[in-house]
């Protein structure tokens, strides 16, 4: 009968840092090892999908990678506009109003649920993003088209839960122009509501009864294709703290 065979006892041997000296990685603090995070905002990370009823409207925004530039352009909006389009096809979800800001743009939506939400953004972001990249490389006047991420992360939900809620989310959304100071410049204003809004065929002015100030659109304006909300929220029940007047600055929600 031969010798037992002794096993050999393995070592694990510890990470060094980057300079070689000394030990990497001790897994201390808020970030412990992991990817890096990427520039100064957090991403919204890998939350528990967002619960609400199909009869409460939500409020959706959407940021942009900062080498995009600017989405109030006008090349950048026609291609926001044209996935609007496409948006406008999904069945159990909507987008009702929108405005387009520098670096991210609002949405209030209503969804069937949380599967039929995620539906209307990936329909939305995917066309956005290939239309946006292209309207990059036309703004710039370069033959290569732009190819990359545009969106920042995942999109933010916040449920609306109220009439008054609801109230202040549309001016918040509709007049986001005014609480940035984008209506303060020569060519905007001669604008009564944000041409990057869907303002132009909205019903939720106080003081003209919809379509504030179109006598200062082109003919060749195409506003942002929403439809009509369907939730008695949206639709009806925020009348009641009443209707938003056009030089109104919102307060942040």
């Known amino acids: 009968m031969g010798k037992r065979r002794i096993r050999k006892r393995h070592i694990q041997l510890d990470l060094l840092n980057k300079a ?7 897994r201390v603090g808020a970030h412990r090892g992991g990817r890096p995070l990427k520039g100064a905002r957090r991403a919204a990370g890998h939350r528990k999908r967002i619960q609400f009823k199909p009869n409460q409207p939500l409020h959706v925004v959407l940021r942009v990678v900062p080498e995009v530039g600017s989405l109030r352009h006008k090349l950048m909006f026609v291609a926001i506009q044209q996935a609007t389009i496409v948006a406008a096809r999904q069945e159990d979800a909507r987008i009702v109003e929108m405005s387009v800001q520098r670096t991210h743009v609002h949405l209030i939506v209503e969804a069937k649920d949380a599967k039929a939400l995620a539906r209307l953004m990936q329909a939305f972001e995917i066309s956005a993003a290939k239309l946006i990249n292209r309207a990059h490389s036309a703004k710039r006047k370069v033959e290569q088209r732009r190819r990359g991420r545009v969106f920042t992360d995942r999109y933010h939900v916040t449920v609306i839960t109220s009439p008054r809620q609801m ?8 007049n986001n122009w005014r609480k940035h100071g984008e209506d303060q410049s020569a060519l905007m204003r001669r604008f009564a509501v944000d041409p990057f809004s869907s303002g132009f065929t909205s019903q939720v002015w106080a003081d003209d009864g919809g379509g504030g100030g179109r006598e200062a659109f082109p003919d060749t304006y195409r506003p942002l294709l929403v439809r009509p909300a369907m939730t008695w929220m949206a639709s009806v029940g925020w009348r009641s703290h009443g209707l938003i007047r056009r030089d109104e600055i919102p307060r942040a929600p």
């Open 20 to 26: 070689g000296t000394g030990r990497g990685d001790t």
């Open 167 to 174: 109230r202040h989310t549309l001016a918040y959304v509709m």
